[in-house]
């Protein structure tokens, strides 16, 4: 690397190495760009090192205690359960390291050069790289903007020892007796059920009137009564007030119907949202739009107001999924290379790793009446597949939405067992254009989960075998 006052030239340079940035350079290198990466942190940004990747294992990890734990119901019960947590956290810290190790071979495998720093924008074709006392310009010819994001700080939950945020709560060295969760939404949820398994006391502080207030009602009501099974205490339209901390613990304020309660725990977890990282990079001095939350303006292609400079990810509208942000990497990428790639989030999935799971695709009912669409909703019990039950997973059910005229599958909504991984299908139908009938004529394997899915399809038609 050229280091001084002389620019280092490149035809795309990414800023940030999360699933949206290293995902669009290195696509962006595979259609023939001279491509650079920076990042400030380690590669795989906050999906990999503290979110996605280690909440699910740590998830993971709870659903392990809970079975190892037996079930009364199939004539299994073990007593003693032990959990050596710091070799759990030895081995969730070993996933993340391969996972990043991963990412930094493929990205030197496709020829992207890695750079570690801040980025400042100078102008609109060139940034200053800052690396403790050193420091480097780049000049570019196009620019990916992947910052990401950062947990919300409430003013008067400041975050410390006892008052963490999600990379706080995932890193702990010991298994809490008890835990305050701010904010119901999937980060608190995922990771109330997770703790809950291992054994802690978890009480849920939500100030809207349900948890995972976007998902839909009947959805949350199974994960809910599955929560209460595990001893967790869910309080809704209520609002965190104070934190006062402890040597040994903190007590947690909150008001509720006008009320003022206190609850006291060993930690408070504060999961109220992400803010982007669009601060402090020199955004506003090159004029790059951005509405009131900070979130940066682009168009179809993700291309911001300014032709050369484009922006995914969490920085930009739309919810902070990890492989929304690696989708509209592929776009932007692609745009640059003079593709006609263009973004369109219909068929983008939403999980919720809950317990159980919760995944939704495409149209809700609610939202294809509000978009003027005339469906059939067609729902499917997971009590009435033969897998579900050898598991003895049968809470929930899967929704498929469908139009009226034709029976085109517009989307799809489950809760239930493996969720996340049942979704899949009825995005690829919603992308491919397919209808109920493609499904149902569509053999799939006995007995397994997927059926239910063929199942719904078959309910959406008029001619259900396994539902009267």
Request: aromatic share 4%.
């Amino acid at each position: 690397m050229v280091v001084g006052d002389f620019p280092v030239e490149v035809d795309t340079l990414v800023v940030g190495a999360g699933p949206g940035g290293y995902v669009a350079a290195i696509r962006a290198a595979q259609l023939g760009q001279k491509v650079t990466i920076v990042d400030k942190g380690p590669l795989g940004g906050t999906c990999l090192n503290v979110g996605c990747i280690p909440s699910k294992a740590l998830i993971q990890a709870g659903h392990l205690v809970e079975n190892a734990r037996g079930n009364e119901e199939m004539g299994i019960t073990t007593e003693n359960v032990k959990v050596d947590f710091e070799k759990v956290q030895t081995w969730k810290d070993g996933i993340v390291k391969r996972l990043t190790s991963g990412v930094e071979s493929l990205l030197k495998g496709n020829k992207v050069d890695i750079v570690k720093g801040e980025v400042y924008f100078i102008d609109k074709n060139s940034v200053r790289v800052i690396d403790g006392d050193n420091s480097q310009t780049y000049k570019f010819n196009n620019c990916i903007i992947a910052t990401g994001s950062t947990p919300i700080e409430i003013p008067s939950f400041p975050f410390s020892e006892r008052v963490l945020d999600s990379t706080g709560a995932l890193n702990l060295k010991e298994i809490p007796k008890s835990m305050v969760v701010i904010g119901g939404g999937y980060i608190g949820t995922e990771l109330s059920g997770a703790y809950a398994n291992f054994g802690t006391k978890i009480t849920i502080i939500e100030g809207e009137k349900e948890i995972l207030n976007t998902f839909d009602k009947s959805m949350t009501a199974v994960v809910k009564r599955r929560l209460k099974k595990k001893n967790v205490d869910i309080v809704t339209n209520a609002m965190a007030k104070s934190v006062e901390e402890k040597d040994d613990g903190v007590v947690v304020t909150y008001e509720v119907n006008g009320e003022e309660k206190t609850v006291e725990a060993d930690y408070v977890l504060v999961t109220v949202g992400r803010r982007p990282n669009t601060k402090d990079i020199g955004l506003e001095q090159i004029g790059v739009e951005m509405d009131e939350r900070g979130l940066i303006k682009i168009d179809k292609q993700c291309r911001t107001n300014i032709p050369n400079i484009y922006a995914i990810g969490d920085i930009v509208a739309g919810p902070p999924l990890a492989h929304k942000a690696s989708y509209e990497g592929k776009v932007a990428a692609e745009a640059i290379s003079g593709k006609k790639s263009e973004i369109d989030y219909i068929g983008m999935p939403a999980v919720v790793f809950s317990d159980p799971e919760m995944a939704s695709v495409g149209y809700t009912e609610q939202e294809a009446k509000e978009a003027g669409i005339e469906v059939k909703v067609a729902k499917f019990p997971f009590a009435a597949n033969g897998r579900a039950l050898s598991l003895n997973e049968t809470d929930g059910s899967l929704k498929l939405i469908t139009r009226k005229e034709d029976g085109l599958v517009i989307g799809g909504q489950i809760v239930g067992p493996n969720a996340s991984d049942l979704v899949a299908e009825i995005g690829l139908a919603i992308e491919a254009g397919m209808t109920a009938e493609d499904i149902a004529l569509t053999v799939h394997a006995h007995p397994t989960l997927s059926e239910i899915t063929m199942e719904a399809a078959e309910v959406a038609l008029g001619t259900p075998i396994h539902v009267l």
